[in-house]
């Protein structure tokens, strides 16, 4: 844990911030490695308040935990001010992460849209980084608006990596835009051999529902689907009761999640 | 100290007499939590004591239930100044409390909440109240009108969870030490208590009944869990109920809370823990405005199957103990137990 008594959240420098996008920032904290690709942190600045936020680097590299926030409401928007230098209020980390050794030596499709992109990062950072024991890779990432598009950069040089495909869409025609336009399930149709892959989904819920609706349609097993959920953790040790869902705890439980344990658990996405 | 550190029962008994004049002596020496009635509404209620003789034993049960002394509704967990991220600073201390006049369903909730804030995570801020206490509860000698004990399993006299419990018999009572605590308790205010290793159990007076169990546990569980109530049933539910929170606020087991960062009127800043309640209609609501719940009869539901199922399968136990008191709260006409009783019934 990085902070040493359960409520009370260690004080963190941040070493570095990107921005993203124009509501989007990217926040490097030089903190160790001690945590696992899809779990979370709660996140605090003194008298704004806490906001669950997911990790979205990948401990494979530079040490560092990288937080990446969209301006939406109080405390996010207090984070959004704050710069290089200043300290954020960490707890964590929690939650049940991926388990990433039950996917390797599989093919693995990402798919995302948004900062949806942000969580699957840092699972796609830890494949990349340790390429051999996976099989092909495909990202599709979907958003709004050119304007939206989080970790473009990235995106480009994921595409470089060996075996594996990239590939980005935005909702809408846009000037200047002459890449592939449609939701991200519209990328769908050019993929071989889906339904030997594990899929990785995270996104807005409408996006989740029909993600997952059309792997299933297209043969991926329920054990194979894997999403993330957002809950507003007031605690994320289990016991505020905010994420509470049908018997789990998602911030102890989860936020990681198969197809196959939510229709068991009867959640519909 | 432990929690609870179970013992295998032993048995004094205490003079009525001898009671009064320990109450008094607690009164004077410790934290005393004790039920007193409020001459304005004639409630009993559960209140630190200031004079021994403000306490009744003489009531069906206390109007709130004793979570508040562990899990209070404004809780500080820590104090800061903003801007200054040196400042974070310890929050209340914690005072040794003895709780006297717990009713069996009422100790059978707190069995719960420690179990419930000691898996996973510690939580300390409840637990270090929890081990600094004492609970010295009073056994049901008749079943109320409003209570349902014995349908969930919780009462009207318990066997464990208790540190004394008291049961009444003809000028005093059997206490009966379920713990190392109770134990201490006993050796620290010997004077009071008078041997009675020789007494037999079923000497205990007849209890007087309500009419037997109200409904069976392990149906209504078997029903709820196999999502076999009708939806129907959770829609009129969900038309009557008025979101207020009472039932919840009420309950000796509800334990959801939020969390928020506040200026006192001092100017001083504190991160405090508040009551928080599934039947609030934002309590999963996040920012942006997306809800993963997606109407009032899902979250109907949620608390029926968060407490006769999920609190069952984690802790072998009922999460509902049958005190009744939201039944008597509710201003919907939102009737937990008759509900209860039509999902035993096939609702």
């Known amino acids: ?269 | 100290m432990a929690i609870r550190s179970k013992i295998e029962i032993k048995r004094y008994s205490i003079a009525k007499a001898n009671l009064v004049s320990l109450l008094a002596r607690l009164c004077r020496e410790k934290k005393l939590i004790a039920p007193v009635r409020n001459d304005a509404f004639g409630d009993v209620e559960f209140v630190p004591v200031a004079a021994a003789e403000d306490i009744t034993l003489d009531y069906e049960n206390t109007a709130n239930p004793p979570k508040e002394f562990f899990f209070p509704n404004f809780e500080c967990m820590f104090a800061f100044e903003p801007g200054n991220n040196e400042s974070i600073s310890a929050g209340d201390d914690t005072l040794p409390m003895v709780l006297v006049g717990l009713r069996s369903c009422d100790v059978k909730a707190i069995e719960l909440l420690d179990r419930f804030y000691e898996r996973d995570f510690e939580d300390n801020y409840y637990l270090d109240k929890r081990r600094q206490s004492v609970l010295i509860s009073v056994a049901c000698a008749k079943l109320h009108e409003q209570c349902f004990c014995t349908s969930t399993g919780t009462g009207p006299v318990l066997e464990s969870g208790f540190d004394i419990q008291l049961i009444e018999i003809i000028d005093g009572y059997i206490a009966e030490i379920g713990s190392t605590k109770g134990l201490e308790f006993v050796e620290e205010y010997q004077s009071f208590f008078a041997d009675a290793a020789g007494f037999d159990p079923h000497k205990f007076p007849p209890l007087v009944e309500n009419g037997g169990p109200r409904f069976d546990l392990k149906n209504v569980y078997n029903r709820l869990k196999a999502e076999k109530v009708e939806e129907s049933f959770w829609e009129d539910m969900a038309a009557r109920c008025q979101s207020c929170g009472l039932c919840l606020f009420m309950c000796p087991t509800c334990s959801c809370f939020t969390v928020t960062d506040k200026a006192l009127p001092s100017g001083q800043w504190r991160r405090a823990r508040q009551w928080d309640g599934c039947y609030f209609r934002g309590f999963t609501r996040m920012t942006g405005g997306s809800d993963p719940l997606r109407n009032n009869q899902e979250m109907m539901r949620r608390k029926y199957e968060h407490k006769l199922v999920q609190q069952i399968d984690e802790f072998g136990m009922s999460g509902c103990t049958g005190c009744g008191r939201c039944n008597l709260i509710c201003v919907g006409n939102v009737n937990w137990l008759e509900n209860i009783v039509k999902i035993d019934r096939g609702a």
Not at chain 1, 98 to 113: A, E, I, N, T, Y
Not at chain 1, 136 to 143: D, M, Q
Request: hydrophobic content about 40%; glycine content about 12%.
């Open chain 1, 1 to 269: 844990m990085f902070n040493d008594q359960l409520y009370i959240p260690r004080q963190v420098l941040i070493d570095d911030v990107r921005e993203l996008t124009y509501d989007t920032r990217l926040f490097r904290l030089r903190l160790g490695n001690h945590y696992k690709p899809g779990q979370f942190v709660q996140v605090s600045v003194l008298g704004a308040g806490e906001v669950p936020v997911s990790i979205c680097s990948s401990p494979t590299r530079n040490g560092s935990l990288e937080l990446c926030v969209r301006k939406a409401g109080l405390v996010t928007s207090a984070i959004s001010a704050l710069g290089k230098g200043d300290c954020l209020g960490l707890r964590g980390p929690y939650g049940n992460g991926f388990s990433v050794d039950r996917f390797k030596g599989q093919p693995l499709l990402f798919v995302s849209g948004g900062i949806g992109l942000a969580p699957l990062r840092s699972l796609i950072g830890f494949v990349l980084d340790n390429r051999d024991d996976f099989g092909k890779v495909t990202i599709l990432y979907g958003a709004k608006t050119k304007q939206d598009i989080v970790f473009g950069d990235e995106l480009k040089q994921w595409a470089k990596a060996r075996d594996t495909d990239v590939a980005i869409t935005i909702d809408k025609p846009q000037e200047g835009w002459d890449g592939h336009t449609g939701v991200v399930t519209s990328l769908f149709g050019d993929l071989k051999n889906a339904s030997a892959c594990t899929a990785f989904v995270c996104g807005p819920p409408i996006m989740i529902h029909f993600a997952l609706t059309e792997l299933l349609v297209m043969g991926l097993k329920p054990n194979r689907i894997i999403t993330t959920l957002e809950r507003h953790m007031k605690c994320g040790v289990g016991k505020c009761g905010h994420c509470y869902l049908k018997g789990q705890y998602v911030c102890t439980h989860g936020p990681v999640f198969s197809y196959e344990q939510l229709d068991a658990m009867n959640v519909r996405l």
